[in-house]
T-cell receptor, first 114, second 116 residues
Framework: AQSVTQLDSQVPVFEEAPVELRCNYS??????LFWYVQYPNQGLQLLLK??????LVESINGFEAEFNKSQTSFHLRKPSVHISDTAEYFC????????????FGKGTLLTVNP | DAGVTQSPTHLIKTRGQHVTLRCSPI?????VSWYQQVLGQGPQFIFQ???????GRGNFPDRFSARQFPNYSSELNVNALLLGDSALYLC???????????????FGPGTRLTVL
């Protein structure tokens, strides 16, 4: 079985500041890793994913995450945040090749203040 | 193209009642998964259906059941509702049951169930 720990439940930052949302996972098998974003009263949107290959993955809106197998981490970073990035962010894991039974962390609420 | 749709958007029930939630996947997607998201928590996997068969089940009681229809839409049923069943129920669809970089899960907006 897999598990995910998101170390921060809330992260407040000022606009244009850098941010890192931390995610650690536990698994006895190889995994796929995901970051999803949830805006208020909406469903989940996939932000980025690591399946294989390059350990650094990027999204179209400036977020990036790095898969670190030795530290079992998949932290999400953005060098400069916008007000519109305010949302709940969920890290998720699934067994490699599975792609359906996602195990989510409890989420990190990112609040970007002007 | 329409994304994953769910109905109803909101629902209020009382303890002991039964509820049915509905999900229509993206056209061409044959797999549907259901998740429960309790306030303040991440989503928890309930079921996956593929080609009308249950392919996976999470740690939920037998009060929870689901089915998938020939058009790949799905229903989630919950019997004997408890206060703790109050949550956002999310449906996700994907092309196949598993595997592949293209087999991304797309989530619907969810159904907000409140049990009084």
């Amino acid at each position: 079985a897999q598990s995910v720990t998101q170390l921060d439940s809330q992260v407040p930052v000022f606009e244009e500041a850098p941010v890192e949302l931390r995610c650690n996972y536990s698994s006895s098998v190889s995994v796929y890793l995901f970051w999803y974003v949830q805006y208020p009263n909406q469903g989940l949107q996939l932000l980025l994913k690591y399946l294989s290959g390059s350990t650094l993955v990027e999204s179209i809106n400036g977020f990036e995450a790095e898969f670190n197998k030795s530290q079992t981490s998949f932290h999400l970073r953005k060098p400069s945040v916008h007000i519109s990035d305010t949302a709940e962010y969920f890290c998720a894991v699934t067994k490699s090749g599975s792609n359906y039974k996602l195990t989510f962390g409890k989420g990190t609420l990112l609040t970007v203040n002007p | 193209d329409a994304g994953v749709t769910q109905s109803p958007t909101h629902l209020i029930k009382t303890r002991g009642q039964h509820v049915t939630l509905r999900c229509s996947p993206i056209s061409g997607h044959k797999s549907v998964s259901w998740y429960q998201q309790v306030l303040g928590q991440g989503p928890q996997f309930i079921f996956q259906y593929y080609e009308k068969e249950e392919r996976g089940r999470g740690n939920f009681p037998d009060r929870f059941s689901a089915r998938q229809f020939p058009n790949y839409s799905s229903e989630l049923n919950v019997n004997a509702l408890l206060l703790g069943d109050s949550a956002l129920y999310l449906c996700a669809s994907s092309l196949r049951a598993s595997g592949g970089a293209d087999n991304e899960q797309f989530f619907g907006p969810g159904t907000r169930l409140t049990v009084l």
